[in-house]
C-alpha cells in the first residue's frame, strides 16, 4: 500500500514569491493534516480536513497560507507571498477518522526561502 | 490547553544497552491517548507505540515499552537491546483523536 506522498520534496524561491505543496494521503484516509516543523522543533498542526472540509485551521496563518482538499483526497497548500521565517518543512498527514489519533507522514517538502 | 514537554534534546546509547526517553505532559482532556513517534534522517515520521491514557497496562511493542505514570503525567519509552537503525529523531505526542501535540523530539544516537 502506498504511503503519503508529498511534492516537492525540496524548493528554493525568493522572498515574495508563490510556492504551492501537494500531498496525497494513503487511500481511504478521510483525515488529512498539514503541519509545519520548523528546525529542531516538533510537528505543529496548520489545517485539519475531515473529507474536504476543513474543521481545524485555528493555526493556519490566513493573511498568507491558504489550502484546499477539493474531493477529499489530494491537497494543496500555498504560501503568497512567502517571507524569510516561512523556511521549514511542511508535513502532510493522513488517517482514519476514529482511529485514535494515529497519524500516518509523509516524507515532507523542505522550504528554502532566500 | 496541551503541551507536551521533552526535556532530553540528545541522547546516546551503546548498540545493545536500553535506554530511556523522557516526556511530561499537560492536558485538560479527560480521554485522550499518547505517542512515540520516531523520525529517522529521511524525515518520514512513523508511529512506534502508542498508550490509551484509560488503560493501566503499559504498552509494549517488541523493543519498545512506555512508563506510563498517569498522576505523574508522565510517558518515557524504552527502548532495549539498542540497534544502530534505532538512531533517529524521537518525538513524544499527545492529544485528542483529532488534535496532537507535539513535544520538541529527543535525538537518538546509538554507537557501536
Known amino acids: 500500500e502506498a504511503g503519503v506522498v508529498q511534492s516537492p520534496r525540496y524548493k528554493i524561491i525568493e522572498k515574495k514569491q508563490p510556492v504551492a505543496f501537494w500531498c496525497n494521503p494513503i487511500?481511504?484516509?478521510?483525515?488529512l493534516y498539514w503541519y509545519l516543523q520548523n528546525l529542531g522543533q516538533g510537528p505543529e498542526l496548520l489545517i485539519r480536513?475531515?473529507?474536504?472540509?476543513?474543521?481545524?485551521d485555528s493555526q493556519l496563518p490566513k493573511d498568507r497560507f491558504s489550502a484546499e482538499r477539493l474531493k477529499g483526497v489530494d491537497s494543496t497548500l500555498k504560501i503568497q507571498p512567502a517571507e524569510l521565517g516561512d523556511s521549514a518543512v511542511y508535513l502532510c498527514?493522513?488517517?482514519?477518522?476514529?482511529?485514535?489519533?494515529?497519524?500516518?507522514f509523509g516524507e515532507g517538502s523542505r522550504l528554502t526561502v532566500l | 490547553a496541551q503541551t507536551v514537554t521533552q526535556s532530553q534534546p540528545e541522547m546516546s546509547v551503546q548498540e545493545a544497552e536500553t535506554v530511556t526517553l523522557s516526556c511530561t505532559y499537560d492536558?485538560?482532556?479527560?480521554?485522550?491517548?499518547l505517542f512515540w513517534y520516531k523520525q529517522p534522517p529521511s524525515r518520514q515520521m512513523i508511529l512506534v507505540i502508542r498508550?490509551?491514557?484509560?488503560?493501566?497496562q503499559n504498552a509494549t511493542e517488541n523493543r519498545f515499552s512506555v512508563n506510563f505514570q498517569k498522576a505523574a503525567k508522565s510517558f518515557s519509552l524504552k527502548i532495549s537491546d539498542s540497534q544502530l537503525g534505532d538512531a533517529a529523531m524521537y518525538f513524544c505526542?499527545?492529544?485528542?483523536?483529532?488534535?496532537?501535540?507535539f513535544g520538541t523530539g529527543t535525538r537518538l544516537q546509538v554507537t557501536l
Open positions: 498527514a493522513s488517517s482514519l477518522q476514529g482511529s485514535a489519533g494515529e497519524l500516518f
Open positions: 487511500s481511504g484516509h478521510n483525515t
Open positions: 480536513y475531515e473529507n474536504e472540509e476543513a474543521v481545524d
Open positions: 492536558t485538560s482532556e479527560s480521554d485522550y491517548y
Open positions: 498508550q490509551e491514557a484509560y488503560k493501566q
Open positions: 505526542a499527545g492529544g485528542t483523536a483529532s488534535k496532537l501535540t
